[in-house]
């Protein structure tokens, strides 16, 4: 009962306003706390290099509301030698969508930092009619000793907004830890411009170069997380699950291929 509700609440507001904001669907981003930047495949923050293209997609079902199911491509690939990706994101069902598609691009590279911008175009689609929009996003990536590295995005730093279009700063900065043995540490903070400052952090377990699995936890809104990866000869399958006490199930799948 409280999960319809809350799927009309949530509909009707993205009707009235709709609003674009950083949402993890990547499975391997979700596994680990939703944490973003260090994943293969993943879109929010496309960092992850590559040893040459590659080409993922995503599917997720939030709290088990398939009118809200979230759909990712990425293609990441080289040119002149910078590294790009070209992500494409789709919410909603035929009533209410939203459509994001955006190009990153490696612009700076030294052995310890990488910096990475990015450019969005939003289309969304109502009862109201087709609305549309742009942002640009930075973000940064750094190697701050030979087992630590750390992640810094604004999303949206500068966005083009209207009266029925809302598109909120939000502030990113995740950090990863690798013990040396089979364990990573993830930890990582994000604040948009419109609610309080969420804390995250997840632990991987990795016993072969070929499997991991994972959990992690969000802090508010509460949230455990849970998943595996496999990897074989270019091609990687993952699972992400987040539980949310109210709303139960959050279920994401994702495959990479490299070639």
Same mark, same amino acid.
């Given at each position: ?10 509909? #009707?507001?993205? +009707? /009235?306003?709709? &609003? ?5 669907? $990547?499975?391997? =981003? ?85 910096? #990475?911008?990015? +450019? /969005?175009?939003? &289309? ?5 009619? $087709?609305?549309? =929009? ?76 070929f499997f991991s699995i994972s959990a992690g936890y969000n802090f508010d809104p509460q949230l455990l997380c849970t998943g595996f990866s496999i990897e074989y000869k270019g091609l990687v399958f993952s699972y992400g699950m987040s539980y ?16």
């Amino acid at each position: 009962m409280i999960k319809n509700i809350l799927t009309a609440i949530l509909l #009707f507001a993205a +009707v /009235s306003h709709g &609003s674009f904001e950083a949402v993890n669907i $990547n499975p391997n =981003s979700v596994r680990i706390g939703n944490i973003s930047g260090f994943k293969k495949g993943d879109g929010l923050i496309p960092f992850k290099n590559y040893s040459g293209s590659a080409i993922s997609a995503a599917y997720l079902i939030p709290f088990g509301i398939t009118e809200l199911s979230m759909q990712e491509m990425v293609y990441s690939g080289k040119l002149y030698g910078r590294r790009f990706g070209i992500i494409a994101r789709s919410f909603g069902n035929d009533d209410y969508r939203e459509n994001t598609l955006a190009l990153t691009a490696e612009i700076y590279k030294n052995e310890d930092l990488t910096v #990475f911008p990015s +450019v /969005s175009y939003f &289309s969304l689609k109502d009862e109201l009619g $087709n609305k549309s =929009s742009f942002s640009t996003d930075l973000n940064a990536s750094y190697l701050l000793t030979e087992n630590f590295y750390t992640i810094i995005s604004i999303q949206n730093f500068y966005a083009y907004e209207t009266e029925n279009i809302d598109i909120p700063m939000t502030m990113i900065l995740n950090f990863k830890y690798r013990t040396g043995g089979y364990f990573n540490i993830y930890t990582g903070l994000e604040k948009d411009s419109r609610n309080p400052a969420i804390m995250k952090t997840g632990l991987e377990y990795s016993p072969f170069d070929f499997f991991s699995i994972s959990a992690g936890y969000n802090f508010d809104p509460q949230l455990l997380c849970t998943g595996f990866s496999i990897e074989y000869k270019g091609l990687v399958f993952s699972y992400g699950m987040s539980y949310h006490s109210d709303l139960a199930y959050s279920h994401s799948f994702g495959m990479v291929y490299e070639f």
